[in-house]
């Protein structure tokens, strides 16, 4: 535990994890950080009033949300979309709309729920309601392939110079829980992928999910991942969630339930798998 600006916040490090960089298709485990409230049930509502689901997403943020050469929508939000309806055995349309009209849109009727890895702030809790949370943003560090192993916690690190985004959740993480390190600070997570190639630093500290990403785009050729995954609501928000029209309870419901059977029958985690080859938790 440490103190940030009065509050005292918790350092959480997974040891359960859906995998890690380098992890082959066979030896990839499927159990994850629990997603769900083990004291809550999530039984399926009376659907019949609820005829179909209209999903709104962007399609520019590749492997999450994109649209293919062929002009379809692609990407982990839109087929979680599809599954979900699959599981409700409901009809359902995702329509791409511009990222900064996507609450507009839902407030105007135009869709009845956003999925686009939306995670929920004071602005939007006060006119949305959102449903559990179906993946976490984790913290992660990231190092060069040629960096001695070792065990990444507040002794180890010290002296080490961190590449971290200026002014990100990620920077004021580090220098609360890390104190020992030396932070480098870069306008951008691109520029300080780079000072992390170039060997300008020895870490790389950041949001797991985009890092995956890049580590992918770069079949972890230069680098990959160290330690474990840093979970913290304060910091980092409350996972990616599907946000919905604020009186919109059964919806709620339903989609909390179908959230529920796709992670407990293992496809939440096949399609987190298929979507993020470098696993961000």
């Known amino acids: 535990m440490f103190k940030f600006n009065g509050f005292i916040v918790g350092i959480v490090c997974g040891a359960v994890m859906l995998g890690g960089a380098g992890a082959s298709a066979g030896d990839k485990p499927v159990a ?3 997603l769900f409230d083990p004291q809550r ?3 399926l509502p009376d659907l019949a009033e609820l005829h179909q689901i209209r999903f709104l ?3 520019d943020y590749p492997p999450l949300q994109f649209t293919r050469s062929d002009g379809e929508l692609a990407g982990f939000n839109v087929e979680l979309a599809r599954l979900i ?3 409700l055995k409901i009809t359902c349309t995702v329509q791409p709309w511009r990222w900064d009209k996507l609450n507009e849109a839902l407030a105007n009727g135009a869709g009845d729920a956003i999925i686009a890895s939306q995670k929920p702030t004071r602005d939007t809790a006060t006119t949305q309601t959102f449903s559990e949370p179906y993946y976490l943003t984790p913290a992660r ?3 060069a392939r040629d960096l001695p192993a070792g065990e990444i916690n507040a002794d180890t690190i010290k002296g080490k110079t961190v590449g ?3 002014g990100s959740a990620h920077e004021a993480y580090l220098k609360a829980a890390f104190p020992g390190a030396l932070a480098k600070i870069y306008p951008s997570q691109a520029e300080a992928e780079t000072a992390l190639q170039a060997h300008q630093v020895e870490l790389l500290f950041g949001d797991g999910l985009s890092l995956s990403i890049w580590l992918a785009q770069n079949d972890g050729a230069c680098c990959g991942f160290r330690g474990g ?3 913290s609501s304060y910091f980092f928000g409350e996972g990616a969630r599907i946000a919905m029209r604020r009186d919109d309870n059964i919806l709620r419901a339903a989609l909390n339930a179908a959230l529920f059977r796709l992670d407990k029958d293992g496809r939440l985690a096949e399609l987190y798998w298929k979507y993020f080859p470098v696993g961000f938790y």
Request: contains cysteine; aromatic residues 20%.
């Open 229 to 231: 995954p840093y979970f």
């Open 57 to 59: 997403t962007e399609n």
């Open 32 to 34: 994850g950080p629990a």
């Open 41 to 43: 049930s999530y039984d």
């Open 164 to 166: 971290v985004v200026s």
């Open 85 to 87: 309806c699959e599981e």
């Open 141 to 143: 560090f990231v190092a």
